[in-house]
């Protein structure tokens, strides 16, 4: 924000172009005037058209249309609703730009004027309400945005640039749905693979990169505790899987706590216990929902098998028989933990300080462990190295209030999701924009 604050004062009090870099002075001013002209309208179209993940077909066929009018080679129906687009510009290496599509199975409870009142059925068959509660709106338009300043500067870059459009983050399918389609063999394979979020807790106008691990394993694990039903009044006559439920979520808790090295990061969370129908009936199911992250596959795995291992025990330990112990099913629907590039993070970090400036990128430490289906297409899980890197969305103003006690700031996931759509949009696409004439620079004369 800064950045484009100095730009503009530059060329409007002094009618000169930044003595600093002429050449981000241009492409902030004409990512700025595109935003006006075209990128908001499509910002707030998608915004207030928010679908469901594998059901993103309008969000789709926008992105196809976009990519297409300014001569793109466009593929859809990639991995379900993803689409490719592709680029050849000369003798280069390759680069791959990724957005994710989806919106969230929310109500939409914000104060803006374009706010979602959407909805949608789901893969489930279920009609939801849907919201942009991720943000993912701003990733599809800065791709846009990204496409056009790319499309006309073919003088900047030499090679290839895939762009991809993604289903079904928010489930963790899409990024493989997308690569069993034959992402990395149909179409020109990546060197480098980049993708971005932007973030409601990070100052619109920063950015940040961080080599090495930034995004956990995540996986889904459903376990199916069978009992004896009976009446309420005469437990023995049953077994009640309301208590081995009970009895396998605090045991579940001595995993990361007694069985995982201490400096080692991990998260078993029981999102959902279900059971049961009235006061005096022991029931004979319980259901466990569970979300298990790591950042290794060793952790990943001693987990799983944990998991495994302490309900079906429990279960023995209240009198079970062998064919009626718990069902553990693990989610096909996960995601490795992702990485960045260590040289590869140093030398976009290098571009994005020059573009931005030095104060613009922030060190964000992770908090948590998050997950990113981007993990599947960058190495270690593929031969691609990459960067995902992070978007402030909040205006800093709004960040200082929330401190002092003012309004909270509202995370990601939440009904009173938001980000400011300019600034996030810009940078995204400046950022995309910068990273790719640098990967792609044609040989110097
Ligand atoms: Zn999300
Ligand atoms: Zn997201």
Redesign the pocket.
């Known amino acids: 924000m800064k950045h484009h604050l100095f730009a503009w004062s530059a060329v409007t009090l002094l009618g000169l172009t930044s003595p600093i870099s002429a050449q981000s002075t241009d492409l902030s001013e004409a990512i700025a005037a595109d935003y006006d002209n075209s990128l908001e309208a499509l910002f707030l179209d998608f915004h207030k058209n928010p679908e469901l993940s594998y059901k993103e077909v309008r969000t789709a066929s926008i992105m196809a249309r976009e990519w297409r009018a300014i001569g793109w080679t466009v593929t859809e129906n990639v991995g379900g609703t993803g689409v490719v687009a592709v680029m050849k510009n000369g003798e280069g290496p390759t680069v791959m730009l990724r957005a ?1 599509m989806d919106g969230l199975p929310l109500l939409e409870n914000t104060d803006l004027d374009y706010k979602s009142t959407a909805k949608q059925v789901g893969t489930d068959g279920k009609e939801q309400p849907v919201m942009h509660a ?3 709106d701003v ?1 599809v338009t800065s791709l846009i945005g990204t496409a056009r300043q790319l499309a006309a500067s073919k003088e900047k870059w030499r090679g290839t640039v895939v762009l991809i459009a993604q289903p079904a ?2 489930t963790f399918g899409g990024a493989k749905a997308m690569l069993d389609d034959g992402l990395y063999s149909r179409f020109p394979k990546p060197d480098y693979a980049l993708g971005f ?1 932007v973030i409601s807790g990070m100052p619109a106008g920063s950015l940040s990169l961080t080599p090495g691990i930034n995004t956990s394993s995540t996986d889904s694990v459903d376990i199916i505790i069978h009992g004896v039903g009976t009446h309420g009044a005469f437990p023995h006559a049953g077994k009640d899987p309301i208590v081995m439920g009970s009895q396998i979520v605090m045991a579940l808790q001595t995993l990361v706590s007694r069985e995982i090295a201490p400096l080692k990061p991990a998260v078993v969370s029981v999102g959902s216990f279900q059971s049961g129908f009235k006061h005096n009936i022991i029931p004979n199911k319980a259901i466990l929902q569970l979300t298990v992250r790591s950042d290794d596959a060793e952790t990943r795995k001693k987990l799983l098998d944990g998991i495994e291992r302490i309900s079906k025990n429990i279960a023995r330990a209240s009198g079970m028989p062998e064919d009626k112990l718990p069902e553990v099913n693990v989610a096909a629907e996960s995601t490795p933990a992702g990485y960045s590039d260590a040289a590869l993070t140093q030398r976009l970090k290098n571009v994005f300080t020059k573009q931005f400036g030095k104060e613009a990128i922030i060190s964000t430490p992770r908090t948590g462990m998050g997950g ?1 289906d981007f993990a599947y297409f960058v190495a270690p899980n593929s031969d691609v190295p990459g960067l995902y890197f992070a978007v402030g969305g909040t205006p800093q103003a709004d960040l200082d209030r929330a401190k002092a006690g003012g309004p909270p700031i509202p995370a ?1 996931h939440s009904p009173f999701f938001k980000v400011a759509p300019r600034e996030s949009v810009t940078m995204g696409t400046e950022a995309m924009t910068s990273a790719t004439w640098e990967l792609l620079q044609p040989p110097s004369n």
């Open positions: 994710d991720c943000g993912h990733h983050e928010e979020h990113e990601h």
